[in-house]
C-alpha cells in the first residue's frame, strides 16, 4: 500500500471509528427524537388528531323526506312525486363557471332562461357542496351525451330528485297550489332543521296549508366525504319520516265537468256537499299549470301570467270579491221572514220601481214595468228588486247584516283555504270607518238586492246555499276528507263549531226553497231557461252583479265593452227536498245570471246527482298530462 | 438488543465471511441486504393501501426495486480501487454537466435541472452528485493527512461548494443541500476539528437573516412561514402539513389498520404514495409500525457505519461513511417534513416512496458500501 505508508494509518482509523461512534449517537439521538415528535403526535395527541381526521371525512347530512301525495275522493292522484333527472353543478368544483356553462350547453340544451334562474339559485343562500341545479327534465338522448362527456365536465352531475307534479296542471291550480323553491321568505317561516334536506315547500293552495303534515320529518345520514366532498359510503342513517297522504273532498271528474261547462269563460264555480261541508269541486278559470312554478318559472312566462287581463293566477273563488246580486234574496227572505219584518202573506206592488218616503230618489227593478202585486215567493221566483227594497227598507241594515252574517257572509267561512277573503258585509259603523261617511237609507235599499258596498265570494256565496240547503246546518267547507288513506282528519281541521242556524219557524225553510225551486222549475222562474229535462228537483236563485260598482275598479280600466259586462251569477242545490250538492257560479261579463251561470250549474248537478258519463275515467280527464307533455323548466 | 448486536458485529465484522457463503461469493452483506429488505417489503405494504389499493403502482414500484437491486448487485463486485480510481473523473464529468445544464438544461416545473442528450436519454446531473460528492471528498481527504489542516478543509469546501451552487441555481434548494451534506459529512468523518464544526455551525445561524433575505426565494420562505404556521392558510399552503399530521395523529399507537386509511383513501393526504407515504404508514400502523421503519432505518445507518469502521482504507471508511450519512439525512428530512418539523421539500422516503430514481441512486449506494464491506485485502490480521 504505497499511497498509506507514510501515515500513521493506525490513528487514523481510530480518529474515523471516533467520528463514526459519534455519529452513531447522533443517529440514536435524532431518532428517538423522530420518535418523540410521533409520540406527540400519535399518543399525546391522538385525541385531537382523531377529532380532526373525522372532521374531515364524516358529514352529517340531512335526508329530506318524501312529500305526502294528495288524492281526490275517488283515490285519483292529484299532487305526485316523479323522478326527474336533472344537471347540477357543484360550484366547489368549477373553476371557471363561465367556460363550463359553454361548454354543457355545446352537450344539452340549455336556454338563456336557464342560466338565468341558475345564476340566481347560485346566488341564493346554499349548504357548501350543495349541488346547484341548471336543468331539469334531462332525455335519455341528453343523460347519454352527458355520461360520455362527464370527465371533461368536473363539477358537473346528473341528480335524480323526486320532483312535486300535478297531473292535471290547470284543472287543479287553485285548490293545491303549488311547491316551489324555498327562497329566502320561507326560510324565516320554516324550521331550518326540519327543511335541512327540503329543497320545496308549498306555496299557495292546499301545499301550503298542509304543509306541515305533507312535508314530513327530515333524516340524517352520517357519510364519508372525500377531500372533494363526494360521498364515499353512508355510516349511518335515521330514515326521514314521509309526509302524510291527504285525500280531499274534490272529485276531479266533477271539477273536469266544472271546466268544461266554464269553457274559456272567466269565473268561478264552488261546490259543496251540505251534508259534510266537503267541497267537491272549486274552480276558477282561466287557471294556469302548477308545474311550471315548481321548478321555477322563468320571468317571460311569469310575466305574461301576472300580466295577462284574465288574471289567471287571482283564485276568483276565494278571493274575488263580487257583488252577489239578486242571489242573496233567499237569505233576506229568511231574514225578513224569521224577523217578522214580512210575512208570507204579504203582497208588494212593483211598478218597476221603488221609492224610498220623503225622497226623490228611485231606484230601478231589472224589470222595466215590475211584476205587479207580489208575494215574498213571488219576489224570489221572479226576483222582484221592488219587494227587497221595500225589505231591506222595513228591515234595516244592522238586522240585515246580523242574519246575512248567521250564514256565512262578511267572514271567510272554509276551514282549509289559505287566504280566503271575507268579502265585505256592510254596516254604518263599516261605512263610517272605510268610506267615511254616514249610512243613507238607500244604501239599505241597494243592500237588499245584493248591490251597494255588499261583497261576496262564491266560496261563501256556496257556503250560504248549503246552509239553507241543509236548513240550517253550517258546517264549514273544508278540502280535506281523510289522511295516509282513510284516517279520520277532523283533528288536522281547525276547531270551528257554528251551531245550526234555527229559525223561529221550521216552516220558513221549506217556503223560501219551495220559492227557490219555482225559480228553476216554474214556467215563471227566473232560471226557467234550464229546466228542459230536468228529472230533480233543483233549488236556485238566478243574480247579476253590475260591473260598474264598487268591486268594479279591478276590471273596468279596461277599455273593452266586453269587460264592463254584468257578471252572471247563480246559486243552487239539489234535490232539494236531501240536497246532495250546493253550488255557486260565477261568469265575470257573463250578462245576466240565467243566461251564463245557470246553465253551468246545471251540468254539475246533473253529473253529480245522474252520475258521471261512463267513459269517464282518469284518462278520459283531459289534464292529466302525459309525459310527452311535460314542462321543459 | 442493538447495543448487544452492535459489539458482536464491531468485533466480528467478518463474522459471515467466513462460511464464504453464497452471501460472501456474491459481494453481499447479509446484515444490511436482510435490513434494506425488511424497509422495502414495509414500504411496498403500505404503498399498497397508500395508492388506493393499486397492484399496478405495487408492481411497477417492485420493477423499480428489481432494477434497484441488478444496480447494487452490480457495484457490489467491483474493487474499492477502482471507486478510488475513478473518482475524480465522475466528479468532473458531473460538475461539467451541471455547467451544461446551466447553459443547455431543459426547463421544466420553473427549474432547470434536467440536461437532454438527443436521442439518448434524458437525466438529473444534481441526481448523480449526489454519489459523485461523497466519492470526491473521500478521493481527496483520503490523500491527506488526517485529520485535515486548513487547506484540506479549505480544498474539501471548494469541492463541496461548486457542484451545490450549481444546484442551488437550477434552483433545486433541497437537492443542493442534500448534496452539500454528504460532503461535509465525509469532512466531518475525516476528523474536522470541533472548534471548526462549532464555528461553522455559528456562522450559519449567524448567516441566515442573510440567506433568508437575499439567497432564498419567496416559495421557500412560504413553505418555512406555512411550517411555523400552518394555520394560517389551512386549505392553501398549510393543508398539506395539517393533513399529514391529522393522519399521523389520528393513526394512535396501534393504527387503523392495514387499508384503513382515511386521510389517503379519501384524498385528504396530498401526495400520499409518495413524499408523505410515512404518513399513511403512521396512519395505518400507528406509534408501533414507525417505530420499526425509523429503527429498521436507524439499523441500516449503524450496520453502514460499522462497515466504514471496520473498512481498510481511508478512502473507503470515508466513503462508506459518507454514503450512510447520506442516507440517514434523507430519511430525518422526509421524516421531519412529514411530522411537520421541518418545511415542506421534496424528499422521498428511502426505498419507500413511490418512485424509481431515488431507490435506484440509493441502492447504487449500498452497493459501493457492500463492494467496500466484501473486498477485503489479506494484510491486516
Same mark, same amino acid.
Given at each position: ?237 335515521? &330514515?326521514? @319520516?314521509?309526509?302524510?297522504? %291527504?285525500?280531499?273532498? =274534490? *272529485?276531479?271528474? /266533477?271539477?273536469?265537468? $266544472? ?38 318559472? &322563468?320571468? @317571460?312566462?311569469?310575466?305574461? %301570467?301576472?300580466?295577462? =287581463? *284574465?288574471?289567471? /293566477?287571482?283564485?276568483? $273563488? ?316 | ?381
Amino acid at each position: 500500500m504505497h499511497w498509506g505508508t507514510l501515515r500513521d494509518t493506525v490513528q487514523e482509523k481510530q480518529l474515523f471509528q471516533t467520528r463514526a461512534f459519534v455519529a452513531i449517537l447522533g443517529v440514536v439521538v435524532i431518532t428517538l427524537s423522530l420518535l418523540g415528535r410521533f409520540y406527540y403526535l400519535q399518543v399525546i395527541a391522538h385525541e385531537t388528531y382523531t377529532t380532526l381526521s373525522d372532521r374531515n371525512r364524516v358529514q352529517v347530512q340531512p335526508v329530506s323526506p318524501t312529500r305526502g301525495l294528495i288524492y281526490d275522493r275517488n283515490g285519483v292522484l292529484l299532487a305526485e312525486n316523479r323522478p326527474v333527472f336533472s344537471l347540477t353543478i357543484l360550484p366547489e368544483r368549477v373553476e371557471d363557471m363561465e367556460a363550463l356553462l359553454a361548454d354543457v350547453q355545446k352537450i344539452v340544451d340549455v336556454r338563456e332562461a336557464d342560466i338565468e334562474n341558475f345564476r340566481q339559485r347560485l346566488n341564493e343562500r346554499r349548504r357548501p357542496f350543495e349541488a346547484v341545479a341548471l336543468r331539469y327534465h334531462l332525455t335519455e338522448d341528453e343523460m347519454a351525451r352527458l355520461a360520455v362527456n362527464r370527465h371533461r365536465l368536473p363539477g358537473v352531475e346528473t341528480d335524480a330528485r323526486l320532483v312535486r307534479y300535478y297531473p292535471y296542471g290547470k284543472l287543479t291550480s287553485h285548490v293545491l297550489g303549488y311547491v316551489g323553491r324555498i327562497n329566502k321568505q320561507d326560510m324565516q317561516r320554516l324550521d331550518p332543521v326540519r327543511y335541512a334536506g327540503t329543497h320545496y315547500t308549498g306555496k299557495t293552495g292546499l301545499e301550503r296549508v298542509y304543509e306541515d303534515e305533507l312535508h314530513g320529518d327530515v333524516g340524517y345520514q352520517n357519510v364519508e366525504t372525500n377531500a372533494r366532498g363526494r360521498v364515499m359510503r353512508v355510516l349511518e342513517r335515521e &330514515d326521514p @319520516e314521509p309526509g302524510r297522504d %291527504l285525500t280531499i273532498n =274534490l *272529485d276531479i271528474r /266533477l271539477q273536469h265537468i $266544472a271546466q268544461q261547462a266554464m269553457g274559456d269563460k272567466r269565473g268561478a264555480i264552488v261546490a259543496i256537499n251540505p251534508e259534510t261541508g266537503g267541497i267537491l269541486a272549486q274552480l276558477s278559470t282561466p287557471g294556469f299549470d302548477t308545474n311550471k312554478f315548481v321548478t321555477g318559472i &322563468d320571468h @317571460e312566462s311569469y310575466a305574461n %301570467l301576472r300580466d295577462s =287581463l *284574465d288574471t289567471p /293566477l287571482f283564485n276568483r $273563488a276565494t278571493r274575488g270579491q263580487y257583488p252577489p246580486g239578486s242571489t242573496v234574496k233567499p237569505f233576506l227572505a229568511l231574514a225578513g221572514l224569521d224577523s217578522d219584518t214580512v210575512t208570507k202573506s204579504r203582497v208588494v206592488h212593483d211598478p218597476g220601481y221603488y221609492q224610498l218616503p220623503n225622497s226623490s230618489q228611485v231606484f230601478r227593478n231589472w224589470k222595466r214595468g215590475g211584476h205587479g202585486d207580489t208575494t215574498l215567493s213571488d219576489a224570489i221566483t221572479l226576483s222582484s228588486d221592488t219587494y227587497f227594497y221595500d225589505m231591506a227598507h222595513n228591515m234595516g241594515v244592522t238586522m240585515m247584516a246580523d242574519y246575512l252574517r248567521g250564514f256565512g257572509f262578511g267572514s271567510a267561512t272554509s276551514l282549509d283555504v289559505r287566504d280566503e277573503r271575507s268579502g265585505i258585509l256592510p254596516t254604518p259603523e263599516w261605512k263610517r270607518r272605510v268610506q267615511g261617511e254616514v249610512w243613507y237609507p238607500g244604501d239599505s235599499v241597494n243592500m237588499g238586492i245584493g248591490q251597494g258596498y255588499f261583497l261576496s265570494t262564491p266560496m261563501q256565496l256556496a257556503a250560504a246555499t248549503s246552509v239553507i240547503a241543509s236548513r240550517g246546518d253550517r258546517l264549514a267547507p273544508r278540502h280535506l276528507r281523510s289522511v295516509d288513506g282513510g284516517l279520520p282528519a277532523h283533528h288536522l281541521l281547525p276547531d270551528v263549531v257554528r251551531p245550526p242556524l234555527e229559525l223561529g219557524r221550521e216552516s220558513d225553510w221549506e217556503y223560501v226553497i219551495n220559492a227557490m225551486v219555482d225559480v228553476v222549475h216554474s214556467s215563471e222562474g227566473t232560471a226557467r231557461g234550464i229546466n228542459r229535462g230536468l228529472e230533480y228537483k233543483m233549488a236556485g236563485k238566478t243574480g247579476t252583479s253590475q260591473v260598474f260598482s264598487l268591486d268594479g275598479g279591478e276590471y273596468d280600466e279596461d277599455e273593452l265593452k266586453e269587460r264592463m259586462k254584468d257578471h252572471g251569477l247563480f246559486i243552487a242545490f239539489a234535490p232539494a227536498g236531501d240536497p246532495k250538492i250546493a253550488v255557486s257560479v260565477l261568469v265575470e261579463n257573463g250578462g245576466s245570471g240565467s243566461s251564463s251561470a245557470a246553465p253551468v250549474a246545471r251540468q254539475i248537478m246533473d253529473a253529480w246527482i245522474n252520475g258521471f258519463p261512463e267513459v269517464m275515467t282518469e284518462q278520459a280527464i283531459p289534464g292529466a298530462m302525459q309525459e310527452s307533455e311535460l314542462p321543459d323548466e | 438488543m442493538s447495543k448487544e448486536f452492535v459489539r458482536q458485529m464491531a468485533l466480528d465484522p467478518d463474522h459471515f465471511e467466513r462460511r464464504r457463503s453464497l452471501m460472501g461469493r456474491m459481494h453481499l452483506d447479509p446484515w444490511l441486504l436482510l435490513l434494506l429488505l425488511g424497509v422495502m417489503g414495509f414500504g411496498l405494504v403500505v404503498l399498497f393501501s397508500a395508492s388506493e389499493n393499486s397492484v399496478a403502482a405495487v408492481e411497477a414500484q417492485l420493477v423499480r426495486m428489481g432494477v434497484a437491486f441488478v444496480v447494487m448487485l452490480f457495484f457490489a463486485q467491483l474493487d474499492p480501487l477502482l471507486y478510488r480510481r475513478w473518482s475524480p473523473l465522475l466528479y468532473l464529468a458531473g460538475t461539467l454537466a451541471l455547467l451544461a445544464v446551466m447553459f443547455f438544461g431543459v426547463q421544466s416545473g420553473g427549474a432547470q435541472r434536467w440536461l437532454d442528450i438527443p436521442g439518448v436519454t434524458r437525466f438529473q446531473p444534481s441526481e448523480l452528485m449526489k454519489v459523485g460528492v461523497p466519492l470526491m471528498t473521500a478521493w481527496y481527504l483520503s490523500r491527506q493527512h488526517l485529520p485535515p489542516r486548513a487547506m484540506a478543509i479549505l480544498g474539501t469546501v471548494v469541492l463541496i461548494a461548486v457542484p451545490s451552487a450549481l444546484i442551488a441555481n437550477q434552483p433545486d434548494l433541497g437537492t443542493s443541500l442534500l448534496v452539500a451534506a454528504s460532503g461535509l459529512f465525509v469532512l466531518f468523518l475525516a476528523g474536522l476539528s470541533w472548534k471548526l464544526i462549532t464555528a461553522m455551525v455559528m456562522l450559519a445561524g449567524l448567516s441566515a437573516p442573510a440567506i433568508w433575505l437575499y439567497v432564498m426565494r419567496d416559495y421557500q420562505k412560504e413553505r418555512i412561514l406555512t411550517l411555523l404556521n400552518p394555520g394560517s392558510d389551512p386549505l392553501g399552503a398549510g393543508w398539506n402539513i395539517t393533513q399529514s399530521k391529522t393522519a399521523i395523529g389520528s393513526g394512535g399507537m396501534h393504527g387503523k389498520g392495514w387499508g384503513e386509511s382515511t386521510q389517503a383513501s379519501l384524498d385528504f393526504l396530498p401526495e400520499s404514495h409518495t413524499d408523505f407515504i410515512v404518513a399513511v404508514l403512521a396512519e395505518e400502523f400507528g406509534f408501533i409500525g414507525v417505530t420499526i421503519l425509523l429503527t429498521l432505518y436507524a439499523l441500516i445507518v449503524i450496520r453502514g457505519l460499522f462497515i466504514a469502521s471496520a473498512a481498510q482504507s481511508s478512502f473507503s471508511r470515508l466513503l462508506a461513511g459518507g454514503i450512510t450519512l447520506t442516507f440517514f439525512i434523507y430519511v430525518l428530512v422526509n421524516v421531519s417534513m412529514v411530522s411537520g418539523l421541518m418545511p415542506v421539500v421534496g424528499v422521498p422516503l428511502p426505498l419507500v416512496s413511490f418512485g424509481g430514481t431515488s431507490i435506484v441512486t440509493l441502492m447504487l449506494g449500498f452497493g459501493i458500501l457492500m463492494a467496500i464491506h466484501t473486498h477485503r485485502r489479506m494484510l491486516e490480521s
